[in-house]
């Protein structure tokens, strides 16, 4: 069965650090998006990516983020100059409406990122 | 804006125990809600998508109902598997984008 995959796992990074964030949406999907959840907390949209063009952010997708589709396949998040509060797990996700106008999101297993 | 509320926050079942989950939500008009599982430090699993007031969905023992102002998840005699944290998130129709506003989740335990 197809599924949305990330690396690294975990990343560990000091503090005003780039960072990028890998994943592969399934492959015939056209809508990309990362989330985040800061721990005890709720997931929460950071972005969506249509088209090679970013169609909607959030408050907190600001200009320290950044998000790229590199090749055929991959999808990245980039963190310029990462905080403490950058600290969370980041969940890519795909989806595909054309299929029957279903709008369900397959996520990744997620990145761990921790800003020390 | 749109809200997504969830309840309980934590329930805990006995095996075999049914029982049902809470999501009400606030939202200018409903492309869809989607109930997702999450296990702990794992990525949100999809389970279903209701798109109209009256719509179930079934799957093993969970099932899911929606109405105009909120949804169950109703779990049938639940098994230790069944263990997770249970995610409502709502889609807005009224617009070409597809963000996803989620609720903080009902922390189900089922105990043996």
């Known amino acids: 069965e197809p599924e949305v995959t990330q690396t690294p796992s975990h990343q560990v990074t000091q503090m005003g650090q780039e960072v990028i964030l890998r994943c592969v949406p399934i492959s015939n999907h056209l809508y990309f998006y990362w989330y985040r959840q800061i721990l005890g907390q709720k997931v929460e949209f950071l972005v969506s990516f249509y088209n090679n063009e970013i169609s909607e952010k959030s408050e907190i997708f600001d200009d320290q983020f950044s998000v790229e589709r590199p090749d055929g396949s991959n999808f990245t998040l980039k963190i310029r100059s990462t905080k403490l509060e950058d600290s969370a797990m980041y969940f890519c996700?795909?989806?595909?409406?054309?299929?029957?106008?279903?709008?369900?999101?397959?996520f990744g297993p997620g990145t761990r990122l921790t800003v020390t | 804006e749109d809200q997504v509320t969830q309840s309980p926050e934590a329930l805990r079942l006995q095996e075999g125990e049914s029982s049902s989950l809470n999501c009400s939500y606030t939202?200018?008009?409903?492309?869809?809600l989607f109930w997702y599982r999450q296990d702990p430090g794992k990525g949100p699993e999809f389970l279903f998508t209701l798109y109209s007031a009256g719509e179930e969905k079934e799957k093993e023992r969970l099932k899911a109902t929606l109405t105009k102002k909120e949804s169950f998840l109703h779990i049938t005699a639940p098994k230790p598997e069944d263990s997770a944290t249970y995610l409502c998130a709502v889609q807005e129709r009224n617009t070409g984008f597809q963000k996803l506003v989620f609720g903080t989740g009902t922390r189900l335990l089922v105990s043996p």
């Open positions: 996700a795909s989806s595909d409406p054309g299929l029957a106008g279903s709008y369900e999101q397959y």
């Open positions: 939202v200018s008009g409903l492309r869809g």
